[in-house]
C-alpha cells in the first residue's frame, strides 16, 4: 500500500497504457474479453483518482502528490509529476469520461482490441498532459495523444473519416510546431524545463535586455502567441475551429465523447497552467484580441450550430460555442489577474471545462445512440420520436437543458460565473456573448424539436426500421454524466471549492 | 592484452563472407542459415560493446593499436567512443533485421527474398558490413578511407545484380560514382592534412588521435575542410549531392536498401564529423553557415519531395534525406544540444528507415506495385507489418515517446543556439512529414484493398516479424527511456566539443 | 678480379640464360602434344630462378658493378623480381595458346626479353642501358607478331616494330647529345656533371625530351600510346599482358633511375617533372576518356593502361623518395592486376573464342571464381580496397600531394571516377547481364591446370598487396632509398 500512495499519479497515468501492452498479448478474436478488460482498466485510473480526490489538501498552496523521475537528463528534463486544483479537476473529468466511453464503444464490432488499446494509450495521452509539471513532458503528452485520436477517427470513423482525420492532424500538429519552437527556446535559455523554474527564470527576464537580435518584450510577445496559438487550435477558438467539426462528425461516438469531453479541455488546460503564469503581461495586453476571438466563437458557433441539419454537426459546433466562453473567462483573467471580477470568471471558465466535458459528451453519445439505430443524422429525417423512445427522449431533453445553461444545472453555474465575472472587465465582449447565448437556446430547442416533436416520421414507427428504446447499458453511461450535471447543478460548492482555492493560489 | 571485441566485430563478416562463398552454390538453406549465424554472433558482440562501454570514463574504449604500415604511420588503430559505439551496434541490428528478411518465403505469389545466387549475395552484403564496421571503429585515417571504399564498391553490385530491373543499372551507376567522386575527393583532403601534419610535426601518421593536434593552420582547414565534409558528406545524402540517395534506396533489393539508409548514410556522416569538423575545428567554423545552409535545406526540400512521391520507395527514399539533413544541421550546430541530437538521430533514423524500408519491401514483394495510389488495404493481410510501419511513421514524424523525437528535439535546440530562424523554417518539416506518412499509412495500409489484390497476398513470414520487432524495440526504448542512449552520446559529444574549443 | 659481388648482381640473368638453354636442350625431347610442358619448365624455373636469387643474391649496400655497367641495389632486385613473376605468370598463361603454347622459342623469346628488362632496372650506364633497352624489345616485336597468317597479329608486330625502333632511335639520339655534353655515360657522373652547371637548361630540356620519347613509347603515355591499343588487340593475349605489365614496368625502372639519378637538379628537374606532369595527366585523361566506348576487353585494358601510366607518373614527378617507392609499389600493384586481367580474358577467350565485353554476361553464372577474380582485378584497377590497386593509388596520390601536385592528383582521382565507370560496366556483365538463352550451366568455363594456378596466385597477389601492405611497400621503399 505504500507504494500506492506514494505512486498515485503514476499509477493512473500509466495504468491506461500498461494494460493496452499487457492487451497486445491477450489472443485475438475475445471481443467480449477486451471490451471487459479494457472497461476493467480504465476504472482503475478512476477509482484511484477518486481516492485522490479526498485525500487532496485543497487549501495546501503548490502541486501535491509530486513524483519525480529521471527522463531526459541531457536535455535537463524530468518526469516531474503533480496536481493542483486545477489539474486535478481535469484528471477526475479524464478518467471519468474514458470508462464511460468505452462501454459507449461496447457496440464496436470491429477490430476490438485495437480499439480499445488505442482508447487507453489515448487516456494515458491525455492524463500526462494535466499531471505534467515539465514542459518537455508536456508536449510530450500533448503530442501523444494525438495518434490514437487520428487512429480511432480513420479507422471507426463514418464515410469522411480520412478528410477528417488528416484535417485534425495536421491542424493539430501544425499548431503545435509553435509551441515545440518556443519551448525549445524557453529550454534553450534557461537549460531546464522545469515548470516551476522556468515561470520564475521566464518572468523575470528584464524585459529592456535583448534576445536572439530582438528585445525580450518582442521574443516574448512571440512565444505567447506561439503557445497561444497552438492551444487555440486545440480549444477551438474562432477561427482555428474549422478542423473541429468535421473531425467530431466523422469521429466514432466514444471518439467524439472524448475529443469534446476531455481533448479540448487540453488547449484551455494549456492556457490556464502555461499562458497565464508565463505571460501575464502578454496576457493582459492581448486579453482584448483573445477576448474577441471568444465572443466570435460564442456567436458564430452559436449560428453556425443553428444553421446545421445534421445533428452531430450542430453538437459539434455547439462545442465551439461553450468553449468560447472558457476563453472568455481566461481572457478575462488574463486582463485583470488577481481581481475578485478574475476570480470569478477563471473559476467560471474551470468549471465550464468540467462542465462542458459532461454535457458535450452526453450529447455525442444521445447523438450516437439515435445514429446507431437510424444510420441517418439528418435532423429532417426525424421527427416526433418521443413518442417512439420516451426514455431516450428525456434523457435527450435533460443534457441539452444542461448544455442549454439551464438554472439547476450545471452549466448555467459555470456560464453565470463567467459571464459575471468578465461583465466589468470586458462589459462590450460580455453583452455580445449574452446573444450568443441567446442563439444557443435557439439552436438546442431547434434540435430537440426536430428530433422528438413535431409530426412523427412514420418510418421510424413500423417495420425493419422501427426505433428501439435506449437500453441499459446507454442508460449507464448516462447515468453518472446526469448525476454529476444535476449535482453540480444543484450542489457546486464541492468542486468550486477545489477550483476557487487554485484559483486563489495560482493567480 | 584485453579481448580484442572490436577487431572480431569488424572481421567477423569478412570471415562470414568468405566461408559463404565457398559454400555449395545450390545449398540456398545452408548459406543463409550461416549468414544468420554471423550475423546474429556480430549483434552479441556490438550489444556486449554496447553495454559495457564505460560512460564515466568516457572516451576512446576497447582500443586495440596494431602497427600496419609503419612506414607511412598507418596501424590498425580500433576504438570506439560515444557516438561511434551506437552506430556499431545500430549496424548490428541492421544487418541481423537485413539477412532476417531476406530469407524468402515460400509462398508462390511471393518473391520475396533473395532467390538468385543467395551466396554471392550475403557474400557482397557481409562485406559491405565489414566496410561498414571498420569505419566505425577505425581511429586511423588511412584504415578509416580503407574501409570507407569497402563499404561503397557492394554497392554497385547489390544493386545492380538483385535490384529493381527498372532502373537498377541507371540508379547503380550513379550512386557508385557519386560516393566515389565524394570519396575521392575526401581522400584528396585526407592526404593534404597527412602531409600538413608532417611538414608541421615532422610526424608521418595517419593516427587521427595524433592529427587532432597536428596544428593545421587556420587558412589550411578553410581550404580544406570543405572538400574534406562535402566529400563524405556526400555518403550522407546532404543537399545537393543527395541525387543518388533516392534512386539507389529504390533500385536497391530490401535488405540493400535497409542497409544502406540505415547503416550507409550514417557513414558519410559519421565520416564528415570524425574526419571533417574534429580534424579541421577552425575550417568547420569557418563554414559553418553553408553546411548548416545545405541542412536545412535538405530538411525542408527533402520533405517536401517526400511529400509529392507516389512511389512508395521513393517517398522513403526522400524522407531519409530529409532525415540526415537534421543530422547534419545538427552537427552543424557545434554545440551540445545539436551535436547529442544529431548523434541519437544517426541511430534513431538508422533502425527507422530500416524498418522502412523492410516493411516496403515486404509489400513489394506481394502486391508487385509500389505505386501508392494502386496500394491499399495492407493491415488486413499483414497487421504485424502494419504496426511496425506506423511506428516507424511516428519515429519519422518525431513523436514523443518515439526516438525520433529524443534525437529531434535536442538538434532544433542547438540550432535555436545557432539561429532561431533557421529552427523555425526546419520545423515546417515535422508537419510536412506527418503529412505524407499519415496520409500513405491510410492509403496503402488501411485503404480499400484493390480486388486484384484479393487473396493474392499473404502475411509476412515469423522471421520478417522477428526483423520488425527488433526495429521496433529499440525505437521504442530509446522514445521512453532516453536514458537507454543519451549520456553515451553524450560522452563522445563532450570530446567533439572539446576539439572545437568548448564552443 | 671476380668477386662474389659481381657474381651476385646479375645471378637472376645468368640464372634466367641456363634456364633459356634448358628450355632449348629439352624441347626437342617432348613430342608435339606434350611440348606445351615447357610452360611448366619455364615458370617453375624462374620460381626457382626467384627463390635462389632471392637466397643467394641479395643485395646490400648500393654498389656498382662490371666496371660500372650496372648498379647492384634493393631498386634493381626488386624489380628484377617483379619482372620474373610477371615471367612465369606469363610462362603458365601461354601454355594453352593454341599459337604459342606448344612452341619452345615462345618461352625463348621471353625469357631473352626478361634478361633484357632485368639488366634495364639495373643499368647505370647510357650504353648499358640502349643495349638492355634492345635486348629486352626485340624478342618482344617478334612475339607480338608470333601468329603467322593471322593478320592482326602481324600488324600488331609491325607496328610495335617500327614505333619501338622509331622511338629508340630518337632516344639513343638524345643519349649521344648528353656524351657530347658531358662526356660520360656513367649515370652516376652525369649528375655531377649537370649539378656542375655543364649544360645549358635549355638544351638540356630538349635532350631529355628525347630520352623521355623512348621511354614514353615503353610506358605508353600519352603522346606515344598510339600503338598500345592495336598492338594489345592483335598481338597474343599473354604477350600483351606482357606488354602491359613487365615492359612497362621495365620502363619506368629506367625512368626512376635515370632521371632521379642523373637529373635531379632542381634546375633541370623542372622543366621535365613539369613536362611529365603534363603528360600525366594528360595520360590519365584520355587513357580513361578513351577506354569509355571500348567494346573488346583488350582495347580497353589497353587504354585503361595509358590511364595507370599516368597514375604512374604522378609518383615519378614527384621526385621524392615516397614518391619513387610510390611508383615501385604502384608498379608491383598493377603487375599484378593487370596480369590477371588480361590472364581471365585469355581463359575466357581460350574457351569461348570471344573478346568483347559484351561476350563476358553471365560469366559469374559460367564460373562463379572465375567472376570473382574478374571482380578482384577490375576492382582493383578502379582502385578499390581490399585490393592492391587502392592502396597503390592512395600512396602515388600521398607522393604527389607532397610534392605540392594537387592539381594533378585532383585530376586523377576524377579520372580515377571516370574510370570506375567501365570498370563496373564491365562487371556488370558478368554478374548482371545472361546468356541469350539464360543457359549458363550448360556452357561452364573450364579453366586448365596452368589457367587455375596463375589466377589464383594473381588473386591472392592481388588481395595481399592490398591487405597486408606493409612488406610490398617496406620494399619499394627499400628500393626507391638507393636512388638518392
Known amino acids: ?507 | 592484452m584485453t579481448f580484442p571485441v572490436l577487431s572480431i566485430i569488424t572481421f567477423t563478416p569478412l570471415v562470414a563472407a568468405l566461408i559463404i562463398l565457398l559454400i555449395p552454390a545450390n545449398r540456398k538453406n545452408e548459406t543463409r542459415a550461416l549468414a544468420l549465424a554471423s550475423a546474429a554472433f556480430t549483434l552479441v558482440l556490438s550489444l556486449w560493446v554496447y553495454f559495457s562501454y564505460d560512460q564515466t570514463t568516457a572516451g576512446y574504449q576497447f582500443v586495440e593499436k596494431y602497427d600496419w604500415l609503419p612506414a607511412l604511420g598507418v596501424s590498425l588503430h580500433f576504438g570506439v567512443d560515444g557516438i561511434s559505439a551506437p552506430l556499431v551496434l545500430l549496424t548490428g541490428v541492421v544487418m541481423f533485421t537485413g539477412v532476417l528478411i531476406s530469407w524468402g518465403d515460400d509462398h508462390p505469389h511471393v518473391m520475396a527474398g533473395i532467390q538468385d545466387r543467395p551466396r554471392e549475395f550475403f557474400a557482397f552484403l557481409f562485406i559491405l558490413a565489414w566496410g561498414v564496421l571498420g569505419v566505425f571503429v577505425s581511429l586511423d585515417l588511412f584504415m578509416l578511407i580503407f574501409f570507407y571504399e569497402i563499404a561503397v564498391f557492394p554497392m554497385y553490385l547489390l544493386i545492380v545484380i538483385w535490384g529493381w530491373n527498372v532502373t537498377r543499372e541507371y540508379a547503380a551507376m550513379k550512386l557508385t560514382l557519386y560516393l566515389l567522386i565524394g570519396s575521392v575527393i575526401a581522400l584528396v583532403g585526407a592526404l593534404a592534412m597527412y602531409m600538413a601534419q608532417y611538414q608541421n610535426t615532422g610526424a608521418l601518421s595517419f593516427d587521427m588521435l595524433t592529427m587532432e593536434s597536428a596544428g593545421f593552420s587556420q587558412s589550411f582547414q578553410i581550404i580544406w575542410f570543405l572538400p574534406v565534409f562535402l566529400g563524405f558528406a556526400v555518403l550522407g545524402g546532404i543537399w545537393p549531392f543527395h541525387n543518388w540517395s533516392p534512386d539507389g534506396h529504390v533500385a536497391a533489393p530490401t535488405a540493400v536498401s535497409m542497409f544502406h539508409a540505415g547503416v550507409l548514410m550514417k557513414l558519410g556522416a559519421f565520416a564528415a564529423l570524425r574526419v571533417g569538423i574534429m580534424l579541421l575545428p577552425e575550417g568547420a567554423k569557418y563554414w559553418q553557415w553553408l553546411i548548416m545552409a545545405f541542412a536545412a535545406i535538405a530538411v525542408v526540400y527533402g520533405a517536401y519531395v517526400a511529400f509529392v512521391q507516389m512511389d512508395f520507395k521513393y517517398m522513403v527514399g526522400f524522407s531519409s534525406v530529409s532525415h540526415m539533413g537534421l543530422v547534419m544541421l545538427g552537427f552543424s550546430t557545434f554545440n551540445a544540444d545539436g551535436l547529442l541530437g544529431s548523434g541519437l538521430q544517426m541511430f534513431s533514423h538508422g533502425a527507422m528507415t530500416a524498418l522502412f524500408f523492410a516493411v516496403v519491401g515486404m509489400i513489394y514483394d506481394r502486391a508487385h506495385t509500389r505505386q501508392i495510389p494502386e496500394l491499399g488495404g495492407m493491415s488486413k493481410v499483414m497487421p504485424f507489418a502494419t504496426v511496425g510501419f506506423i511506428i516507424g511513421g511516428l519515429v519519422s514524424m518525431g513523436m514523443p515517446l518515439f526516438s525520433g523525437f529524443i534525437a529531434e528535439f535536442p538538434i532544433f535546440m542547438g540550432v535555436w543556439q545557432v539561429h532561431w530562424f533557421v529552427a523555425v523554417v526546419c520545423s515546417i518539416s515535422i508537419v510536412i512529414t506527418a503529412a505524407y506518412i499519415m496520409r500513405n499509412i491510410r492509403q496503402v495500409f488501411f485503404g480499400n484493398m484493390p480486388e486484384k489484390f484479393e487473396g493474392h497476398i499473404t502475411d509476412i513470414t515469423v522471421l520478417d516479424k522477428v526483423a520488425i520487432a527488433t526495429l521496433c524495440i529499440f525505437m521504442i526504448v530509446i522514445g521512453l527511456y532516453p536514458k537507454f542512449m543519451a549520456p553515451m552520446v553524450q560522452t563522445g559529444v563532450e570530446y567533439v566539443l572539446r576539439l572545437l574549443g568548448g564552443s | 678480379m671476380f668477386t662474389s659481388t659481381m657474381f651476385a648482381s646479375i645471378l637472376p640473368e645468368i640464372l634466367i640464360l641456363v634456364l633459356g638453354m634448358l628450355v632449348l636442350i629439352v624441347e626437342p625431347f617432348w613430342k608435339e602434344e606434350k611440348r606445351r610442358n615447357v610452360g611448366w619448365l619455364t615458370a617453375g624455373g624462374l620460381f626457382a630462378a626467384m627463390l635462389i636469387s632471392f637466397l643467394a643474391g641479395q643485395p646490400g649496400e648500393p654498389t656498382s658493378a662490371l666496371g660500372g655497367m650496372i648498379r647492384f641495389d634493393w631498386l634493381g632486385f626488386f624489380f628484377k623480381m617483379l619482372f620474373m613473376f610477371a615471367g612465369a605468370a606469363t610462362a603458365l598463361l601461354m601454355m594453352d595458346h593454341e599459337r604459342l603454347g606448344k612452341r619452345g622459342e615462345a618461352y625463348l623469346l621471353l625469357l631473352a626479353s626478361l634478361i633484357g628488362m632485368n639488366l634495364m632496372a639495373v643499368s647505370s650506364d647510357l650504353i648499358m642501358l640502349f643495349l638492355s633497352i634492345e635486348t629486352a624489345s626485340i624478342p618482344l616485336y617478334v612475339l607480338a607478331g608470333f601468329m603467322l597468317g593471322d593478320d592482326r597479329s602481324t600488324e600488331a608486330g609491325f607496328k610495335y616494330l617500327l614505333f619501338g625502333v622509331l622511338t629508340t632511335t630518337i632516344m639513343l639520339y638524345g643519349f649521344s647529345l648528353v656524351f657530347g655534353f658531358s662526356g660520360t655515360t656513367d649515370m652516376y657522373q652525369l649528375a655531377g656533371m649537370f649539378r656542375a652547371g655543364a649544360i645549358a637548361p635549355l638544351a638540356a630540356f630538349g635532350i631529355l625530351t628525347l630520352i623521355l620519347v623512348g621511354i614514353g613509347f615503353k610506358v605508353a603515355f600519352v603522346p606515344f600510346h598510339f600503338w598500345a591499343p592495336d598492338v594489345y588487340e592483335g598481338a597474343p593475349t599473354p604477350v600483351a599482358g606482357f606488354l602491359s605489365t613487365a615492359s612497362k614496368a621495365a620502363g619506368y625502372a629506367v625512368l626512376l633511375r635515370l632521371f632521379f639519378v642523373a637529373f635531379p637538379e632542381p634546375s633541370l628537374s623542372a622543366s621535365w617533372t613539369t613536362t611529365l606532369a603534363i603528360v600525366a595527366a594528360i595520360s590519365m585523361i584520355v587513357g580513361n576518356l578513351l577506354a569509355l566506348p571500348q567494346t573488346n576487353i583488350k582495347r580497353l585494358l589497353a587504354y585503361s593502361s595509358i590511364a595507370h601510366t599516368g597514375y604512374t607518373l604522378i609518383g615519378v614527378v614527384a621526385l621524392t623518395r615516397l614518391g619513387a617507392a610510390s611508383v615501385v609499389f604502384y608498379l608491383a600493384a598493377y603487375i599484378l592486376t593487370n596480369l590477371l586481367a588480361f590472364g581471365i580474358a585469355m581463359a575466357f577467350s581460350k574457351a569461348t573464342g570471344l573478346e568483347n565485353i559484351q561476350d563476358y554476361a553471365g560469366l559469374s553464372r559460367r564460373s562463379p571464381w572465375l567472376g570473382l577474380m574478374m571482380l578482384t582485378a577490375f576492382l582493383s584497377l578502379t582502385g578499390m580496397p581490399p585490393f592492391g590497386g587502392f592502396v597503390a593509388k592512395v600512396v602515388v596520390f600521398a607522393a604527389g600531394i607532397q610534392a605540392g601536385y594537387i592539381w594533378l592528383v585532383v585530376v586523377g582521382v576524377i579520372t580515377s571516377v571516370i574510370g570506375a565507370y567501365y570498370y563496373l560496366n564491365a562487371l556488370k556483365f558478368v554478374y548482371l547481364y545472361r546468356m541469350p538463352n539464360q543457359d549458363e550451366e550448360n556452357h561452364p568455363i573450364p579453366l586448365s591446370r596452368p589457367y587455375a594456378i596463375a589466377l589464383v596466385v594473381l588473386t591472392l597477389g592481388v588481395i595481399l598487396i592490398g591487405t597486408i601492405f606493409a612488406p610490398w611497400f617496406n620494399w619499394s621503399d627499400a628500393g626507391a632509398v638507393n636512388l638518392f
Not at chain 1, 110 to 118: N, P, Q, R
Not at chain 1, 131 to 160: K, R, T
Not at chain 1, 192 to 205: E, K, N
Not at chain 1, 254 to 263: D, E, K, R, T, Y
Open chain 1, 1 to 507: 500500500m505504500d507504494f500506492i500512495s506514494t505512486h498515485f499519479l503514476s499509477l493512473i497515468l500509466f495504468f491506461p497504457a500498461l494494460a493496452a501492452v499487457f492487451m497486445l498479448f491477450l489472443p485475438g478474436g475475445e471481443n467480449k474479453l477486451f471490451r471487459w478488460f479494457a472497461l476493467g482498466a480504465s476504472l482503475i485510473p478512476f477509482l484511484l483518482s477518486v481516492s485522490i480526490w479526498f485525500q487532496f489538501k485543497s487549501s495546501a498552496p503548490g502541486f501535491q502528490f509530486q513524483e519525480q523521475y529521471e527522463w531526459y537528463e541531457a536535455l535537463g528534463s524530468t518526469l516531474h509529476l503533480g496536481v493542483d486544483g486545477l489539474s486535478l479537476t481535469m484528471v477526475l473529468l479524464t478518467t471519468l469520461l474514458t470508462p464511460l466511453a468505452i462501454l459507449a464503444s461496447f457496440n464496436i464490432t470491429e477490430k476490438v482490441k485495437a480499439y480499445m488499446m488505442l482508447f487507453l494509450f489515448l487516456e494515458t495521452g491525455m492524463l500526462g498532459v494535466f499531471m505534467s509539471l515539465d514542459l518537455l513532458v508536456f508536449f510530450v503528452f500533448w503530442e501523444v495523444g494525438l495518434i490514437p485520436m487520428y487512429f480511432l477517427i480513420n479507422q471507426w470513423g463514418s464515410a469522411n473519416r480520412n478528410y477528417a482525420s488528416m484535417k485534425f492532424l495536421i491542424y493539430t500538429m501544425g499548431g503545435s510546431l509553435g509551441l515545440l519552437l518556443a519551448i525549445q527556446l524557453l529550454g534553450v535559455l534557461f537549460g531546464t524545463y522545469d515548470l516551476v523554474a522556468l515561470t520564475q527564470h521566464w518572468t523575470s527576464l528584464q524585459p529592456d535586455s535583448t534576445l536572439l537580435g530582438m528585445s525580450v518584450s518582442q521574443v516574448k510577445a512571440i512565444a505567447f502567441w506561439a503557445f497561444a496559438i497552438a492551444f487555440a487550435i486545440k480549444v477551438p477558438i474562432w477561427p482555428f475551429h474549422t478542423w473541429l467539426p468535421d473531425a467530431h462528425t466523422e469521429a466514432p461516438t466514444a471518439g467524439s465523447m472524448i475529443l469534446a469531453g476531455v481533448l479540448l479541455k487540453l488547449g484551455a488546460y494549456g492556457f490556464l497552467r502555461l499562458i497565464l503564469p508565463l505571460y501575464p503581461v502578454e496576457a493582459r495586453y492581448f486579453a482584448g484580441a483573445l477576448a474577441l476571438l471568444a465572443t466570435a466563437a460564442i456567436v458564430f458557433g452559436a449560428l453556425s450550430s443553428f444553421a446545421q441539419t445534421d445533428f452531430k454537426r450542430l453538437v459539434a459546433y455547439s462545442s465551439v460555442n461553450h468553449m468560447g466562453f472558457v476563453v472568455l473567462g481566461i481572457a478575462a483573467a488574463g486582463l485583470a489577474s488577481g481581481t475578485p471580477d478574475a476570480t470569478i470568471a477563471l473559476n467560471g471558465a474551470i468549471l465550464q471545462m468540467f462542465n462542458h466535458g459532461l454535457s458535450a459528451a452526453g450529447m455525442f453519445f444521445l447523438v450516437g445512440v439515435i445514429y446507431e439505430r437510424t444510420h441517418t443524422r439528418n435532423l429532417e429525417e426525424y421527427g416526433g420520436l418521443f413518442t417512439l423512445v420516451p426514455v431516450y427522449g428525456g434523457i435527450l431533453i435533460f443534457t441539452s437543458m444542461s448544455s442549454l445553461g439551464l438554472p439547476g444545472l450545471n452549466g448555467f453555474i459555470s456560464e453565470f460565473l463567467v459571464v459575471r465575472g468578465s461583465w466589468p472587465l470586458l462589459t462590450a465582449y460580455t453583452v455580445v456573448s449574452m446573444l450568443g447565448l441567446f442563439f444557443t437556446g435557439a439552436y438546442i430547442l431547434k434540435a430537440l424539436k426536430k428530433v422528438l416533436h413535431g409530426p412523427l416520421n412514420e418510418r421510424w414507427a413500423h417495420g425493419e426500421h422501427k426505433l428501439t428504446e435506449i437500453n441499459a447499458r446507454e442508460i449507464l453511461v448516462m447515468a453518472p454524466l446526469m448525476l454529476l450535471m444535476l449535482w453540480i447543478g444543484v450542489y457546486p460548492a464541492w468542486i468550486l471549492d477545489v477550483i476557487n482555492k487554485a484559483v486563489m493560489m495560482l493567480f
